[in-house]
């Protein structure tokens, strides 16, 4: 079983940044390096939502709200995926979820029934005016 574990969630001023970390262990089928990962978010009252994701081969998405702001990378000697958020805003205070590995055949922008079912624990960041 894949196992997940975050960290580097913290409180932060606006205009401050954050480097998430997600190592990963446990792949049974596919190594690391071969599976897709991503970052979701959740909000209290919100939906699960993609924030970020990248593929074995590199390639990237970013939801809308986050472009130009945050980077998705990995490590895959590391097993690790990161997620560096910058210029952090008020509406990006959530519980962030390190995802993965991700259906090669395509992600859901949008999990229902929490973040928490689908994934681990998560990380809080919290970002004050």
């Known amino acids: 079983e894949v196992r997940l574990v975050e960290s580097g969630g913290d409180s932060v001023q606006a205009g401050g940044s954050l480097r998430l970390s997600c190592r990963a262990s446990?792949?049974?089928?596919?190594?690391?390096?071969?599976?897709?990962m991503g970052w979701y978010r959740q909000a209290p009252g919100d939906e699960c939502d993609l924030v970020s994701s990248?593929?074995?081969?590199?390639?990237?998405y970013y939801a809308d709200s986050v472009k130009g702001r945050f980077t998705i990378s990995r490590d895959n000697a590391k097993n690790t995926v990161y997620l560096q958020m910058n210029s952090l805003q008020p509406e990006d205070t959530a519980v962030y979820y390190c995802a993965g590995p991700l259906d090669p055949d395509g992600v859901s922008r949008r999990l229902t029934g929490g973040c928490h079912k689908y994934w681990g624990q998560g990380t809080q960041v919290t970002v004050s005016s």
């Open positions: 446990g792949f049974a089928f596919h190594t690391f390096a071969d599976s897709d």
């Open positions: 990248i593929t074995s081969a590199g390639t990237i």
